[in-house]
């Protein structure tokens, strides 16, 4: 996974949601895991090879992938 810039998953909203961005791109606001798989699919990763707990991929904010 070397070379793909980190993903940050944002602190819950009190709307709902957490953004989403990679790099300096919004992805958008996932309500879920699903959502957030979904985003890293469009962004071109295959999700089946992504780790959540994974800290050089993914940088969670304000609680991890169980806290939405």
């Known amino acids: ?3 793909v810039p980190r993903i940050v998953v944002h ?3 009190p709307s709902g ?6 790099g300096v791109e919004y992805l958008g606001v996932a309500y879920g895991l699903a959502d957030l798989l979904e985003f890293l ?3 071109g ?3 089946d090879d992504v780790r959540l707990d994974d800290p050089h991929l ?3 904010r304000g609680g991890g992938p169980k806290r939405w």
């Open 58 to 60: 993914i940088e969670w």
């Open 11 to 13: 602190p819950p909203s």
């Open 45 to 47: 990763l295959d999700p």
């Open 41 to 43: 699919m469009r962004a």
């Open 1 to 3: 996974m070397s070379g």
């Open 17 to 22: 949601g957490r953004r989403v961005t990679v």
